[in-house]
């Protein structure tokens, strides 16, 4: 169901407020399979994820007839957006990480050792 979101929302929306990096990371389908959270990343500013928002509630109803079609469900689920913080909190790490990298003192690179028995340089 997740691929087909996704999809779905690349090849088919055409709405403006779903523009920029939008990625479906999972949804959560209920045991009667009438509502779907669909968990989403959205990069961008707050008002940038605020309007994507609103437009992928906009696309709810077109995009639950295409998966109910595509997956040949006897009733699809109604869909609920949820932002997914993981990749944003993710990248933030990384980027802490690289800082901590610069602001360390290079280690120090030991000589190679010589194999026991064998003449040193200074012999």
């Given at each position: 169901m997740r691929e087909e979101i996704a999809t779905f929302l690349t090849n088919n929306v055409k709405d403006p407020r779903i523009l920029?990096?939008?990625?479906?990371?999972?949804?959560?389908?209920s045991?009667?399979?009438?509502?779907?959270?669909v968990f989403v990343s959205v990069l961008g500013s707050e008002s940038q994820?605020?309007?994507?928002?609103?437009?992928l509630d906009a696309v709810a109803g077109h995009l639950r007839g295409r998966v109910g079609?595509?997956?040949?469900?006897?009733?699809?689920?109604e869909f609920t957006?949820?932002?997914d913080e993981s990749i944003a909190h993710a990248a933030h790490i990384e980027q802490l990480l690289a800082q901590v990298r610069l602001e360390l003192p290079p280690e120090p690179v030991a000589p190679p050792e010589t194999p026991s028995g064998s003449p040193s340089?200074?012999?």
């Open positions: 920029g990096l939008v990625t479906v990371t999972a949804v959560e389908v045991r009667d399979l009438r509502h779907a959270k994820r605020a309007a994507t928002f609103e437009g079609r595509a997956l040949r469900l006897r009733v699809a689920p957006f949820k932002n340089p200074a012999d």
